[in-house]
C-alpha cells in the first residue's frame, strides 16, 4: 500500500544519505592522517607578467599522494575538510610548507618570485588567519611581501567587519590580497573599495570561450578596466591558447596563468622551468 511505499522510499533516501555520510567521513578519517604522515604536497603554477613574459609567482596548490589510490583532486577533498573543519590544520600546514619552500628557493639563489595560496571562508572562522601568517613567515624568513593570500568574494560578503580587521592585519604584515575566481560570486563593487585587495583574478570560465564569446570577452575586459580604476593589478585565470593571451594583452590585463605558459608543477620541475624560462626572458 501507499504507507509501505512511503516507508520504502524513506528506507531508499536514507540509505543513499547514510552512504554519502560514510564516505565523507572515511575521506576526513584519511585525509588527517594523510595531513599527519606528509602525503600532501604543493604544486606550483607560473604566474606570468603579460608585460614582460617573465614568470612574476606561482599559486600553490595542494595535491594529496595517497599511496595506494595515488593522486586524488583537491576538488574531492578541499569540500570535505571544508565542512569537517580539517580545513585548519591544512590551510595551516599550507600556509607553513609554501613559506618554507619559497624561502628555500631564495636560498638556492632563484629568481625572487611571490607565491600564492588559497584560503578557504571556513578558515577565517576556525583559525586566525593573520597570526598563522605571521607564524609562518617568522618561523621560515620567508618575506611578507613574497606571499599573496587568494580569497573568494563569498568570504567579504559574509562578516565583513571581522574580515576587513583580518586582512588589515595581513596588510600591515606586507601581504598581499587576492581576489579568486572573480566574478563568480557577489561582485559588491563597494565591497572591493573597501578592503585592501591588490590583485583580482578574473575566473577561467570566462576566458575559456575566448575569441568564441563576445559576453566573455567583453566580461573580461570590462573587469581588467574596473580592476586598473580601483589601483588593482588583474591577473587571469586558465589561459590556454596564444589568442587569449593576445586579447589580454591587448587589454592590458598585467598577469596570466594556465596551461599556455605551464600546468601545476612539483617543486623540483617548477625550480627548473623559472630557471631556464626567467634566464631567457632576461
Ligand atoms: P583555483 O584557486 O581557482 O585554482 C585554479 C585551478 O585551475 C587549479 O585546479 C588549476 O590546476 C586549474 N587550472 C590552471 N590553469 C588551467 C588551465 O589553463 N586550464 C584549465 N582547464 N584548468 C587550469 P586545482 O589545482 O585542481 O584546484 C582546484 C581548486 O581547489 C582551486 O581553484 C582552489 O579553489 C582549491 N584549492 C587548491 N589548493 C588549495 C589549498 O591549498 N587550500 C584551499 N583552501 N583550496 C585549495
Ligand atoms: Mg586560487
Ligand atoms: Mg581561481
Ligand atoms: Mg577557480
Not at 609554501?98 to 595560496?117: K, S, V, Y
Not at 597570526?131 to 618575506?143: I, N, R
Not at 563568480?184 to 591588490?198: M, V
Not at 576566458?207 to 580604476?229: E, K, L, Q, T, Y
Request: net charge neutral; charged share 25%; hydrophobic share 45%.
Amino acid at each position: 500500500g501507499a504507507k509501505a511505499r512511503g516507508r520504502g522510499a524513506y528506507c531508499f533516501f536514507d540509505e543513499s544519505l547514510i552512504q554519502a555520510a560514510r564516505e565523507r567521513l572515511e575521506i576526513e578519517a584519511r585525509l588527517r592522517v594523510a595531513l599527519a604522515q606528509g602525503h600532501l604536497r604543493l604544486y606550483y603554477q607560473p604566474q606570468v607578467c603579460i608585460v614582460t613574459g617573465r614568470i612574476m609567482g606561482a599559486e600553490a596548490l595542494v595535491r594529496w599522494l595517497d599511496p595506494q589510490e595515488g593522486m586524488i583532486s583537491p576538488a574531492r577533498f578541499i569540500p570535505v575538510a571544508e565542512t569537517s573543519g580539517v580545513i585548519g590544520p591544512l590551510g595551516q600546514w599550507v600556509m607553513r610548507a609554501a613559506c618554507e619552500q619559497g624561502q628555500r628557493w631564495r636560498a638556492d639563489g632563484l629568481p625572487e618570485i611571490r607565491l600564492a595560496i588559497n584560503l578557504s571562508p571556513r578558515q577565517f572562522q576556525l583559525t586566525d588567519v593573520a597570526a598563522c601568517a605571521a607564524e609562518a613567515l617568522k618561523a621560515s624568513g620567508f618575506p611578507a611581501r613574497c606571499l599573496e593570500l587568494e580569497l573568494t568574494e563569498s568570504v567579504l560578503a559574509e562578516r565583513p567587519d571581522e574580515i576587513r580587521a583580518v586582512l588589515q592585519r595581513l596588510q600591515q604584515l606586507g601581504v598581499r590580497m587576492a581576489v579568486d575566481d572573480f566574478g563568480t560570486g557577489y561582485s559588491s563593487l563597494a565591497h572591493l573599495k573597501r578592503f585592501p585587495i591588490d590583485v583580482l583574478k578574473i575566473d577561467q570560465g570566462f576566458i575559456r570561450d575566448i575569441p568564441r564569446s563576445a559576453d566573455d570577452m567583453a566580461i573580461s575586459a570590462a573587469i581588467v578596466a574596473m580592476g586598473h580604476s580601483l589601483g588593482l593589478s588583474v591577473l587571469a585565470e586558465g589561459v590556454e591558447t596564444p589568442q587569449q593571451l593576445a586579447f589580454l594583452r591587448e587589454r592590458g590585463c598585467d598577469a596570466y596563468q594556465g596551461y599556455l605558459c605551464s600546468r601545476p608543477l612539483p617543486a623540483e620541475e617548477f625550480a627548473r622551468l623559472l630557471q631556464a624560462h626567467n634566464g631567457m626572458a632576461g
